[in-house]
């Protein structure tokens, strides 16, 4: 029965991706004290809490209120409510100055695609929203109908990756003019004379993923939390982190390399490489055929892990 509940929560809210090889790259101890930044469908969480007994704890991140309904029943598991870029004062609000091991899947739930009403999909109509945090904060139609062309086109640029981007910028100015964007299909209305239609589904993809990016602040927040966890982890302890854009993948790339964003390894006086971590995925692990089959959301994901010196 348990076994099944377990497989339902998962399937309903969120397939979690690369599970058993993120969890043996946690190398988890069953005593040791464990964050989980992102909780979601709670499936990491749940795997995690399978190999922790007396003395171990899980601390779990998701700043959506929605994934309260995805708690265990575990009394190892504690579930935090906040966003990972709080991690370390989060911890201390519970007593914990160090843990064992972080794991991070920086994906965005199945749920928050499939619940239409979110505003995360181009797919179908709904309020132009994004926000993983509805407590408050921007929401994508305040980005899209206040923000300026110039900004708006640096958005697409750094975040979506797109071309032309000032053309994009242009063809949403032009559509505000006339009528405040306030919805998904509104959106990808005003955008629709600069849609290619070969690749329109690539095209919306990755505009709506630098809008959410935006709105969230994803990045900022996963430089903080990188620079966080390098403190909090205990010498020997492990950074485990599943990305899905070249963005977020270069970003952990840099830090697990040289503990700095740009990547730039620094050297002592004796002109020996000076890093916090010792790389253990020296190329990252991608998902297997088996698993792109059974969940092909997990296409674009990239798993790295590395220990703190």
Same mark, same amino acid.
């Given at each position: 029965m348990q076994q099944y509940i377990y497989i339902a929560v998962m399937s309903?809210?969120?397939t %979690?991706?690369?599970?058993? $090889? /993120?969890?043996?790259?946690l190398d988890i101890k069953s005593n040791g004290t464990y964050a989980d930044l992102t909780f979601g469908g709670g499936g990491h969480t749940r795997r995690i809490l399978q190999d922790l007994g007396e003395g171990g704890a899980l601390y779990s991140f998701d700043q959506d209120r929605d994934t309260l309904a995805n708690a265990p029943d575990d009394e190892h598991f504690n579930f935090v409510e906040s966003n990972f870029r709080f991690l370390r004062s989060a911890?201390?609000?519970?007593?914990?100055? @160090?843990?064992?091991?972080i794991l991070a899947d920086l994906g965005v739930s199945s749920h928050h695609f499939d619940a239409k009403e979110r505003g995360f999909s181009f797919r179908g109509d709904a309020p132009l929203d994004m926000r993983m945090n509805q407590r408050g904060g921007r929401t994508a139609a305040d980005v899209v109908n206040n923000y300026s062309e110039e900004e708006l086109a640096q958005i697409f640029s750094q975040y979506g990756e797109l071309d032309t981007t000032w053309k994009i910028a242009a063809c949403i100015a032009r559509a505000r003019a006339n009528e405040e964007i306030k919805t998904t299909a509104q959106l990808v209305q005003a955008v629709a004379p600069c849609t290619p239609k070969k690749d329109e589904s690539k095209f919306l993809t990755k505009l709506f993923q630098a809008l959410r990016i935006e709105v969230n602040g @994803?990045? @900022?927040a996963l430089k903080m939390a990188l620079e966080q966890a390098l403190k909090v982890? !205990? %010498?020997?302890?492990?950074?485990v982190v599943? /990305?899905?854009? /070249?963005? $977020?993948?270069?970003?952990? !790339?840099?830090f697990m390399r040289s503990g700095n964003f740009e990547g730039k390894v620094e050297k002592d006086f004796f002109g020996r490489a000076t890093t916090p971590f010792e790389i253990v995925t020296r190329k990252p692990i991608v998902p297997t055929a088996e698993e792109l089959e059974a969940n092909p959301r997990s296409r674009s994901a990239k798993l790295r892990a590395a220990i703190k010196l």
């Amino acid at each position: 029965m348990q076994q099944y509940i377990y497989i339902a929560v998962m399937s309903f809210y969120h397939t %979690p991706v690369l599970l058993e $090889e /993120s969890i043996e790259l946690l190398d988890i101890k069953s005593n040791g004290t464990y964050a989980d930044l992102t909780f979601g469908g709670g499936g990491h969480t749940r795997r995690i809490l399978q190999d922790l007994g007396e003395g171990g704890a899980l601390y779990s991140f998701d700043q959506d209120r929605d994934t309260l309904a995805n708690a265990p029943d575990d009394e190892h598991f504690n579930f935090v409510e906040s966003n990972f870029r709080f991690l370390r004062s989060a911890l201390r609000l519970r007593g914990v100055t @160090e843990v064992d091991g972080i794991l991070a899947d920086l994906g965005v739930s199945s749920h928050h695609f499939d619940a239409k009403e979110r505003g995360f999909s181009f797919r179908g109509d709904a309020p132009l929203d994004m926000r993983m945090n509805q407590r408050g904060g921007r929401t994508a139609a305040d980005v899209v109908n206040n923000y300026s062309e110039e900004e708006l086109a640096q958005i697409f640029s750094q975040y979506g990756e797109l071309d032309t981007t000032w053309k994009i910028a242009a063809c949403i100015a032009r559509a505000r003019a006339n009528e405040e964007i306030k919805t998904t299909a509104q959106l990808v209305q005003a955008v629709a004379p600069c849609t290619p239609k070969k690749d329109e589904s690539k095209f919306l993809t990755k505009l709506f993923q630098a809008l959410r990016i935006e709105v969230n602040g @994803e990045m @900022e927040a996963l430089k903080m939390a990188l620079e966080q966890a390098l403190k909090v982890l !205990k %010498p020997g302890g492990r950074l485990v982190v599943i /990305s899905y854009h /070249s963005l $977020e993948d270069r970003l952990v !790339k840099n830090f697990m390399r040289s503990g700095n964003f740009e990547g730039k390894v620094e050297k002592d006086f004796f002109g020996r490489a000076t890093t916090p971590f010792e790389i253990v995925t020296r190329k990252p692990i991608v998902p297997t055929a088996e698993e792109l089959e059974a969940n092909p959301r997990s296409r674009s994901a990239k798993l790295r892990a590395a220990i703190k010196l």
